[in-house]
């Protein structure tokens, strides 16, 4: 067996030794996905190589993969770029119309590492503002949720000190796109020209490019970005790359008016 052959189902099989690792690691689920695709396509690229060196057809399609493959990676480490920097935008200095707060992930009633994250950087910025500062917490009640998102930020920002009066529950959507959509609902509600004036969006640092899209392209909010870091750097790397997909998956369901 040639040595790129073997070297490359050696790869494969400890990708997939890797994927099988984290797939216990509480937020680590893509990646652990993430191996497993890893593991496929490195067999298929020793497939390849296999077939290439019998047939024109082979080599053909070797090189087709190394294109494909190039493009791949040019394309992720520039959408990572972008995340990255809109992810370390720093709020704006002037204070906002309002305030949302995007919801995660609960486990039975408890904040999951994501929310609590958002939750403390938005308690620190809420005691920046102004205390009549309307806040729309926004998030619904998905698989193994005991409450819902809304609720479960409510009970924990409040026990912290934050007046239950400003809060505003959200507690219907389940996407990105719906937690802006019913929060600009709710807004206009209380009078809030969310076009005309600014909200504070808080939510993590690998999730606010994808945020503002959606807030140009789909839901007319001025965003100013309040963007919430992770605790671990392992977490953050899987976030991060799970979210090129994330915004792949936005973009191609406006294009496609899904």
Known sequence: MKKTVRISLAAAGLALLAGMGIWFVPGMRFSAWLCAGIAA????????????????????????????????????????????????????GASPAA???????????????????????????????????????????????DVTEAQAMYDYLTAVGINGERLYLEERSTTTAENLAYSSRILSELGIDTYNNSVAVVTNDFHMARVRYLADFETPITVTGVPARLPYWWLTANYYTREYFALAKAMWNRLNGA
């Open 99 to 145: 305030v949302v707060v995007l919801g995660a992930g609960v486990n039975g009633k408890t904040p999951s590492l994501v929310l609590a994250s958002r939750l403390n950087t938005a308690k620190t910025y809420l005691s920046q503002m102004p205390p009549d500062t309307p806040v729309i917490l926004s998030g619904g009640q998905g698989p193994g949720e």
């Open 41 to 92: 396509i490195l067999a298929l690229w020793a497939a390849l190589i296999r077939w290439s060196e019998k047939s024109r057809a082979g080599k053909v399609c070797k090189v087709l993969f190394l294109v494909c493959a190039a493009v791949g990676i040019l394309s992720f480490a520039t959408v990572e770029a972008f995340l990255v920097k809109v992810g370390r935008m720093p709020p704006s």
